[in-house]
């Protein structure tokens, strides 16, 4: 059985743990298997850019950050674009044939998903993999790189909260998570943030700011904000995208944090500072419950594809590894829910979510 690998959009730590688990399970249990690395995501399918991988290259990976294959962005959007006579698609599906693959395996978040659904509709034989630090595809409780880069946002809040009680200072964190909030909750949650803000709670600049005097005054001159990269004022809750990025812009702020920062100071006179980790979150080692966790999906991988189990990608339901079809929950995202008991967790301790509730 010939199978083809790739990893596709931003990278996480534990892609390298996912490999390593498929190729030894693969090596292991599915007769005369051979395994191609695709480079650079779709990117490599596309130009036709890959290797036969021998076992020794998936040795002394299992706690390297980043991925072995490469990785890269190629938009959902222009996969059925023409360009010189030929889409995306067509070139990919070209270059699995030429390929000779019996299935390929796609590693990747939300928009990997869709271009795979694509791919599986078109005959070829997917099994996808939810990777992202964003924990937001459909139909898994958890992703890989979620929980190591919840202890990366965690750790960061940590230092941050000693030097803002040293200051007595307004710190807010803004941790990645353009679209859903999962990461600034479980890190939020984790580093004993007073406020956190995340993109499904549209937050009230009044209500932030009020929290901030009410601690000040209880005698706590500092406070935390664990704000995500996609949250939203209240007056920028209905906008659509590039209405409330022109508006942002006028200011010169991509995301809602500075204006926060701003505002919080301009209303309550305390001092503000913005930290932003960015793309650390997604580099180094993946966590030690990540490895273990990729280390299943990726040996899960390898069992659907000896059962010809494909159009399908691996889901953690509770304590169980399982798979969806792609087609089912490609396209959908995992929103964190309004009554997620996290959140219910996080109000009954006071933590607020600048809603004013
Ligand atoms: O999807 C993962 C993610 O890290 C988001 O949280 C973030 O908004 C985005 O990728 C950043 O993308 P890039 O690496 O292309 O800057």
Known sequence: MKIG??????????????IRGFAKYAYNNIADVEIYGIADGYGGLING?????????????????????????????????????STKIEKMKRNYKKMGLDALLTLGGAGTHKSAA????????????????????????????????VDVATECIDRVHTTAASHGRTM??????????????????AGG??????????????????????RAEAGKAFSIIAIAEGALEKS????????????????????????????????????????????????????????????EVG??????????????????????ITHNKIEDIAGRTKWVPLDHPMIASARRIGVSFGDGL
């Open 118 to 149: 694509l791919l599986s509709a078109e005959g070829l034989n997917i099994v996808g993999l939810p990777k992202t630090i964003d924990n937001d595809i459909f139909g898994t409780d958890v992703t890989f790189g979620f929980y190591s880069a």
């Open 193 to 214: 943030a007073d406020i956190i803000l995340l993109p499904e709670i549209p937050f009230d600049t009044a209500t932030v700011c009020r929290k901030v005097l009410e």
């Open 236 to 295: 920028e809750a209905g906008l659509k995208k590039k209405e409330r990025a022109q508006k942002r812009g006028e200011t010169g702020d991509v995301t809602a944090t500075n204006r926060l920062a701003r505002e919080i100071n301009k209303r309550t006179g305390v001092d503000t500072r913005v930290v932003v980790p960015g793309h650390i979150q997604r580099g180094g080692s993946p966590s030690a419950l990540d490895r273990a966790l990729s280390t």
């Open 172 to 189: 807010l964190v803004e941790i990645m998570g353009n679209k859903v909030g999962w990461l600034t909750l479980y890190a939020g949650v």
């Open 299 to 320: 040996a899960y991988a390898g069992f659907l594809c000896k059962e010809r189990l494909f159009g399908t990608t691996v889901a953690i339901r509770g304590d169980k």
């Open 49 to 85: 850019e890959y290797k036969k991988m021998e076992p020794d290259d998936f040795s002394g990976i299992l706690n390297v950050g980043g991925t072995i294959l490469g990785t890269s962005r190629q938009p959902f959007k222009k996969m059925t674009v023409e360009e010189n006579n």
């Open 5 to 18: 690998i790739l990893t596709s959009g931003g990278d996480c730590p534990a892609l390298n743990a996912v």
